[in-house]
């Protein structure tokens, strides 16, 4: 019921943005984010001259085990076509004084990282954004929700 909670708020908070042309979560089962899990946000995109950012959105609880989250993130267009193709690390904790980053609200933190800033689709169309963890366990406990935002930037 908490978590329902802070997913509830947090999309009151968002709503009002002018700059989202996407944006969506998935919630992950019993809070494991499984190696062979990969969650693909399909969007579409409608103006080629404007500039967007694409991030990676993450929910984890303080008890995540690690203070640092691997993963691989592939931009795709509507044939197939691999356009970008990433390992990026990103700190969840502070690796020193184990202190949180991101947004929070009591256990539960959010993040939100940079995956392509400033960047020109060469066509209309349909796109999709796939991640997949990349650390070192089958099962990576304590990470809540993976999302995706496509912005326009300002």
């Known amino acids: 019921m908490r978590y329902l909670s802070v997913f509830i708020l947090f999309l009151f908070i968002t709503s009002c943005d002018s700059s989202r042309v996407y944006e969506d979560y998935y919630d992950l089962e019993e809070a494991f984010w499984h190696l062979d899990s990969v969650h693909t946000f399909p969007f579409q995109i409608e103006d080629t001259t404007r500039a967007y950012n694409l991030k990676a959105t993450f929910r984890n609880a303080s008890s995540y085990p690690f203070y640092n989250l691997y993963f691989q993130y592939t931009l795709k267009d509507s044939v197939g076509n691999v356009l ?56 990576l406990p304590f990470i809540l929700s993976v999302g995706a935002r496509v912005e326009f930037v300002e």
């Open 84 to 139: 970008q193709q990433q390992l990026k690390e990103v700190d969840l904790f502070d690796p020193k004084t184990g202190e949180p980053y991101g947004s929070g609200l009591g256990d539960l933190f959010d993040h939100s990282f940079v995956l392509e800033e400033n960047y020109k689709f060469q066509s209309t169309g349909k796109y999709a954004l796939s991640f997949e963890q990349y650390m070192r366990r089958d099962t």
